[in-house]
C-alpha cells in the first residue's frame, strides 16, 4: 500500500486506499509533482480554484461522484 507512515491528507488517504500513485494524478490532471505531492501530504496546503477543478476531473474518471468537500473544507 502507498503512503504507509506517512502523515496524508484526505486526498492522500483517497489515492491510497485506490492504489492510484502520485504520478498518475500528475499525468490525468496536468499539474506538477510537486503540487500533487503538497496537496497529498500537507493539510495546510489548500489547492486554487483551478487546481481543485483539474484534480477532481482526473480524480472523477475513477469516481464520478467525488466533490471537492471530500477533500477539502472550502
Known amino acids: 500500500m502507498f503512503g504507509l507512515g506517512k ?3 484526505r486526498l ?3 489515492i491510497d486506499k485506490r492504489n492510484i500513485n502520485q504520478e ?3 499525468r490525468k490532471s496536468g499539474l506538477g509533482r510537486s503540487t500533487i505531492g503538497d496537496l497529498v501530504n500537507n493539510s495546510e496546503r489548500l ?3 483551478r487546481t481543485m477543478k483539474k484534480i477532481l476531473q482526473a480524480l472523477r474518471r ?3 461522484n467525488i466533490k471537492s468537500e471530500d477533500f477539502w473544507d472550502i
Open 7 to 9: 502523515r496524508r491528507t
Open 12 to 14: 492522500g488517504k483517497w
Open 24 to 26: 498518475w494524478l500528475v
Open 47 to 49: 489547492p486554487t480554484q
Open 62 to 64: 475513477i469516481d464520478p
